[in-house]
């Protein structure tokens, strides 16, 4: 712990933020690539999709592979390869050069945030710990409100090369920031010491809720435009704001959910989830009218983001309750970027099947139901181990 831990979360949050940005914003480029690389536009999504299996394969490997390491060079050698990566996109002359360039970054996402969960973790007591952790994930909250639509903006005046570099020179900053604001720390355990905490059930059950938790946000959301637009009435015109208003959302319950986490980590998690699917199954209906849409979006980014704090916490704590682990904590990314994916492939199934696009949340709905019930196996599990633990130590 240091005395103040603020500036070293804000670097960190630069970071994220660079990270976040980079994730999400080649979305509103999609087309401008496209035609300048002469491939088509289902073959310039797999930039988004490549992007998102590196995350969830590659965190882990890399993360395993610089454990043992000192948490403060890693994270600098982390934002160096980002940095490449975004320069290698930047001046790609053709498909292959811009799918490796976004496969290099994405691999030191969740390696990345794995380790400064960690790091943001140890910077404050225990009790703030949810807290210190959203500090850190709101460069994530602020990208999707304020980079992503800036960094479109700029790709569209300027060319989207520009907004790679642009990229590039947010991932230099969060390096410098983290060589001279972040404390040295100390060097994380083995990976094979902490591979150990896999044998516990309240990993995977934390896991698996992750995942849950946030597809169900992704099945609505990635056809957020359509359901917008095609069901509640809005001109195509209106998503920017409609997504800055989900956004804030995001930031809002960001904030709020870490705060209810320092204080009853699985009853928040529980809360918020419930509200998530309160809120799901109502926009199945909301989303026929352009005012109940709106306010139902709002209230969706911020159940979504209530869960995120104390999610993360559970999951990088599942093998002892107190103590951080690495891996679990770059495991998490990769459950929340599989998530995001299962979200979109069922919603789509969704609409493929005839259902339309206001049958999305209510497939959200059904995977928040399946994140419930872990959610109580969780609860169970996690008592369990404590009265026999209780009960060994008595003896």
Known sequence: MIRRPGYALAALAVGTFAIGMTEFVITG???DIAHDLDVSIPAAGLLVSGYALAVVFGGPLITAGVAGRRRKSVLIWLLAFFVAGNLMSAVATAYPEMLGGRVVAALTHGAYIGFATIVAGDLVPPSRRSSAIAAMLSGITVANVAGVPLGTLLGQQLGWRATFWA???????AAV???VLVPAGAATGEARAQVTAFRNPAVWLSLGMTALAFGAVYAPLTYVAPLMTDVAGFADGAMPWLLALFGLGMVLGNVIGARGADKR??????GASVAMLVVLVAFGWTSH???PATVTLFVLG??????VPGLTTRVITAADGDG???LASSAAVSAFNLGNAAGAYLGGLAITAGWGYAATPLVGAAMEVGALGLAVALIVTVRNRTATHTGADRR
């Open 29 to 31: 480029l999609l087309p």
């Open 167 to 173: 990229m590039a020179l947010l991932g230099l900053i």
């Open 265 to 270: 980590l699985m009853g928040t998690i529980a």
């Open 302 to 307: 911020l159940a979504a983001y209530a869960t």
């Open 289 to 291: 009218a352009k005012a």
């Open 177 to 179: 920031s983290t060589a």
């Open 324 to 326: 951080q682990n690495l």
